[in-house]
């Protein structure tokens, strides 16, 4: 894009995104960070006061967000529900990470489906000057959660694919990468984005009480497999996935997921340790969408953090 074309942006974060923050702000002289004082009164609610107000009417504004627990959300979307109000040009929202994006779906009645209410609470974020707020989302679990959103945002459904095809063209082994999908809704999302590469489907299939890993279609012989999904939590599949790929003659195992949830420090399983099975798997990407994982893993093999500041930048234009 013509830098003539581009905006000035001021860049708002909540606590544990400066660090991406930053790397964002390092990307383009045109995005400039701005501060929040995020404080409490006794009672544990938020007191919170944006710094340079008045000097963002006209301005294009954007606050980078981590629905990381329940109990940061509330502090967040009461600067989100703000800032559009202070007569600024535009407003964008990034959430890298859409955290109940999983739970889109009702299986029986009473199941509440918590991605519309996430949806439903971001579609009432107020409209600016310049219009509906641009809603920035990095591999949201299913694509139709689009229609989730109602008029008042313009959800942009960015992928971090581009970022692992990058990583993986830089491997000394690039001409010996399969791409593995641990399920079909993992093929379904992501296969015609990786489709020059050979690729391998798992699935699960039920035997008696139990679920077992099964390749469902092609050969990893020989070849440098990376197991590909939007998103981890436990990583049991990941792992029942490796096991699978490894005993079918995969000569290297690695994973990469978008969002490294990992509650409960499950990661602590995929990392390196001396001797047996805790090198499984030769990499594990994720991106930066969880800072608290981001901070959790740093420095821990076989992690390795592929940033999507790069890809936010352009996005915020």
Known sequence: MDKSQKKQVYLFY??????LARQIASQSDLITLQTIKWRKFDDGFPNIFINNAQALRGQ???FLASFSSQGVIFE????????PKLFVASFSLVLPFFPTGSFERMEEEGDVATAFTMARMLSNIPISKGGPTSLVIYDIHALQERFYFGDHVLP???TGIPLLKERLHQLPDSNK???AFPDDGAWKRFHKQLDHFPMVVCNKVREGDKRIVRIKEGNPAGFHVVIV?????????LIECQKVLAAHGAA???AYVTHGVFPKC??????HKDGGLEKAFAYFWITDSCPLTVKAVANKAPFEIISLAGSIANALQ
């Open 266 to 271: 499950s990661w602590e399983r995929f990392i």
């Open 177 to 179: 990468i399969v791409v």
């Open 252 to 254: 290297k195992v690695s």
């Open 229 to 237: 999904d939007d998103l981890v939590q436990s990583g049991g599949t």
């Open 156 to 158: 942009l459904f960015e």
């Open 76 to 83: 967040q979307l009461s600067v989100i529900y703000a800032l």
């Open 14 to 19: 909540c606590s544990e995104c400066e660090d």
């Open 60 to 62: 294009h504004v954007a």
